[in-house]
C-alpha cells in the first residue's frame, strides 16, 4: 500500500500504478478524503479477466494520463470489476480511483451519467485549478466503453457512433490530448476505407 506523507509540500508517490510526476498544489488544498482514497487505494492495475481498456489524459504543461482496465459482463454488459493506473498530479490520482470504484455494478447507462459533482462529492472536493480531472475520468468511461463495444462486440464505426455518439468539439474532447476512444474511431475509419491492415 503506498504510504502519502502528509507534509505542507506536496507528497510524491511512486507505485507501479501511482506515479506523480507533475508539480502540485499545495497538500493543504487536498482533502483528507481525497488523500485517504490515494493512500488507501485497493483498486490499483488490471483486474483478473479485464476485457475493456481506456487511456485518457494530455501532455502540454505536464502529463497527466489515466487509464482504466475493467471485466464486463458480456451478456449483461455490467461492469464487474475495474482498476486504475494514473500519472500525473494528485487530482488525476484521486478522480481515477475514485470513477474505478464508482463503476463496479453499474450499467453502461449508470456509469455515462456519472455527473462532475458525483466524483467531487466522492472526493470531499478538489483545489479549483485541478478540477479539469474530473472530465478526464468522465472520458476514460466514455473510452472503456467504446473500447469494449469494438474489441468484444465487433462494432462498426456507424454502430459505434450510434452507442455512444461522438462528441467532437465539445470542452472534455478539446482539453483531451490524447485519447484512446478516439484513436480507435480513426482506426475504424481507416479499417472500413480499406486503408488499414487488419
Known sequence: MPRVHLTEDT???RTPD????????????Y????????ATADNGGI????????????????TVQMQLFA??????????EVGFRSHGCLAAIGCATVIAHMLRGKSFDEALAITDEDL????????????????????AVRALIGDFYIRQKGYSLA??????????????CLLTENCSLRDSRVDLY?????????
Not at 471485466?71 to 464487474?80: A, K, Q, S, V, W
Not at 454502430?159 to 472534455?172: F, V
Not at 481507416?190 to 487488419?198: N, S
Open 18 to 29: 501511482m506515479y506523480q510526476i507533475e508539480s502540485d498544489a499545495p497538500i493543504t488544498e
Open 159 to 172: 454502430q459505434l457512433d450510434e452507442a455512444l455518439p461522438c462528441e467532437s468539439m465539445s470542452m472534455n
Open 71 to 80: 471485466r464486463i459482463n458480456p451478456e449483461t454488459e455490467l461492469f464487474e
Open 11 to 13: 507528497p510524491f508517490l
Open 31 to 38: 482533502s483528507e478524503t481525497t488523500l485517504a482514497l490515494i
Open 47 to 62: 483486474p483478473d479477466g479485464a476485457n475493456a481498456f481506456a487511456s485518457i489524459g494530455r501532455e502540454k504543461r505536464g
Open 190 to 198: 481507416l479499417k472500413e476505407a480499406g486503408e488499414l491492415d487488419e
Open 120 to 139: 467531487l462529492e466522492k472526493l470531499d472536493g478538489l483545489p479549483v485549478g485541478r478540477k479539469y480531472t474530473l472530465g478526464y475520468a468522465r472520458e
